[in-house]
């Protein structure tokens, strides 16, 4: 077979992947497998065919057989480590791997209203293991933290103190975030936190502006302003002339600022765009940019 025939098998390989089509790409990757049993990348399709099948007992073999060739195959080890600690047998009935549909436009960048977080304190690894990229997970409040929790309300881990401050602000005040897995391993998890409503208090403000640890100093400094308001009875101030100096809520001042500065960096970013010197406003690449790679 010449190297034409092996490009068109590893073409149908990965087209029956994008299908999800477990069962033909593991046929394919058998094809090529049996011209070059030593082919790293065919073994790791092969291994996620199977994982996908619940065929774990031949995912594993094949991921043991990339970390003979590459003992320093990330991909093959998590993936190892993955199907090991969760303790999942051959009965592929036992398999409790969650299976994720993923949306192409989950992680689609929008500055100021999407961020990607790494999570600190990570849970048990049996419950790190089972985390699939694109999972849906809660974002929940829990003790002046804000943790992270599957839908069936296993501990993932907690947000920076920073990112975790800001949102527990917006979300005591009504607004809703929604959250996805965006990187799982037994030793890094990320996710992906994305807008979905801001509440009537806290609209003029930015979810997540350029300068997240400012921010949340002011807007920690606001919080104690209306604790001390609640203990004391009051209610704040409602008429301009009971605002402080010149009639404007600092920290909603603020904010306005940070939101115009942003959005001259996107007037700046889009003029560069159009002179073809800058990525596009959502950080793909461009063809020529992907080809030089």
């Known amino acids: ?39 790293v990348p065919a073994l790791l399709r092969s291994g996620f065919a199977a994982f996908q099948l619940k065929k774990l007992d031949v995912a594993l073999r094949f991921y043991k057989k990339v970390t003979a060739l590459q003992p320093q195959n990330f991909i093959a080890i998590e993936y190892i480590e993955k199907i090991e600690v969760c303790g999942l047998s051959n009965d592929t009935t036992q398999s409790n791997q969650k299976e994720v549909d993923l949306d192409p436009n989950i992680f689609v960048e929008l500055p100021g209203k999407t961020k990607s977080v790494s999570v600190n304190k990570l849970g048990q690894r049996n419950v790190l293991a089972k985390l699939v990229v694109g999972e849906k997970v809660i974002l929940t409040i829990r003790k002046r933290h804000a943790e992270i929790r599957t839908m069936s309300d296993e501990y993932v881990g907690i947000l920076p103190d920073d990112v975790g401050m800001r949102l527990i602000y917006f979300i005591e005040h009504e607004s809703q975030y929604e959250t996805y897995i965006h990187e799982a391993n037994m030793n890094k998890v990320s996710v992906f936190i994305r807008e979905k409503l801001k509440g009537k208090k806290v609209e003029k403000m930015i979810s997540f502006p350029l300068d997240i640890p400012g921010s949340v100093a002011r807007v920690m400094a606001q919080q104690q302003s209306e604790d001390e308001t609640e203990l004391l009875g009051k209610n ?31 007037t700046n970013e889009l003029e560069a765009q159009e002179k073809g010197e800058d990525e596009t406003l959502l950080g793909v690449e461009t063809e020529e940019e992907e080809e030089e790679e």
């Not at 068109?8 to 990757?29: H, M």
């Not at 605002?243 to 909603?252: A, E, R």
């Open 236 to 266: 704040k101030p409602e008429h301009p002339a009971e605002l402080p100096v010149d009639g404007v809520d600092p920290v909603v001042e603020t904010e306005e600022k940070e939101t115009d500065e942003l959005e001259d960096g996107l």
């Open 1 to 39: 077979m010449n190297i034409k025939d092996l490009s068109t098998l590893e073409k149908s390989a990965v087209d029956y992947a994008l299908q999800k089509n477990w069962s033909e790409a593991l046929t394919q990757n058998a094809h090529i497998l049996d011209i070059d049993k030593n082919n």
